[in-house]
């Protein structure tokens, strides 16, 4: 049959503001968390991470926020520009069967497009 | 340019043939790892290398297969392509064998027509 592509969410901003992108994981024995960046034609590039024993995070412009309770991560974008319009994933460092090593299991992404 | 080093950028195959993607890490990195993007599934982890030793094992097909060399370079085969098998892969590299934030390649898009 006819494949159906993935529906990512889209977020629209104004060059400026402050940016919120979330993601919900899956498995509550992951213990390390990535936001990846990827711009059209690129590869994933690595954003900032998060242990589990952290609930926050700062780089630069970014912040990520880690709430273990309802596994939720968020990445904060402040100041968004138009050179931040890409794909954004959040990775788990646990699949369901809870294996590690360096596998790494992806959201779906969230579209970013950064209005000037 | 990320440091890790993908042929080719673009494939273009029928159905049934077989194919070699080619992987260079980064300078230093010892892991190598294969991802496969697709409209439908998204980023999917296939299979990591570590100093030439098959460390972790996703949902790699039968008919594709990898491996990675003394010099660290690694190869990913596909074959008996399908149209399903169109899609980008990733290799990416890491210094050890469980360091996950790792550096993505630019890709190849495979193209089964």
């Known amino acids: 049959g006819e494949s159906v592509g993935l529906h990512l969410p889209t977020l629209s901003v104004q060059e400026g503001d402050n940016s919120i992108i979330n993601c919900a994981y899956s498995n509550s024995a992951s213990d390390y968390f990535i936001w990846y960046k990827q711009e059209s034609g690129k590869g994933p590039q690595f954003i900032i991470d998060i242990r589990s024993n952290m609930d926050k995070r700062q780089g630069q412009r970014v912040t990520v926020l880690l709430n273990k309770t309802v596994k939720h991560l968020s990445l904060q974008i402040a100041a968004t520009q138009p050179g931040d319009s890409a794909v954004y994933f959040c990775?788990?460092?646990?699949?369901?069967?809870?294996?590690?090593?360096?596998?790494?299991?992806f959201g779906q992404g969230t579209i970013l497009t950064v209005h000037p | 340019d990320s440091g890790v080093t993908q042929t080719p950028k673009h494939l273009i195959t029928a159905t049934g043939q077989r194919v070699t993607l080619r992987c260079s890490p980064r300078?230093?990195?010892?892991?190598v790892y294969w991802y496969q993007q697709s409209l439908d599934q998204g980023l999917q982890f296939l299979i990591q290398y570590y100093n030439g030793e098959e460390r972790a094992k996703g949902n790699i097909l039968e008919r594709f297969s990898a491996q990675q060399f003394p010099d660290l370079h690694s190869e990913l085969n596909l074959s008996s392509l399908e149209l399903g098998d169109s899609a980008l892969y990733f290799c990416?590299?890491?210094?050890?064998?469980?360091?996950?934030?790792?550096?993505f390649g630019s890709g190849t898009r495979l193209t089964v027509v």
């Open positions: 300078s230093g990195d010892l892991s």
């Open positions: 990775a788990e460092n646990r699949d369901a069967g809870g294996t590690s090593y360096g596998k790494l299991t």
């Open positions: 990416a590299s890491s210094v050890g064998a469980a360091h996950y934030g790792y550096t």
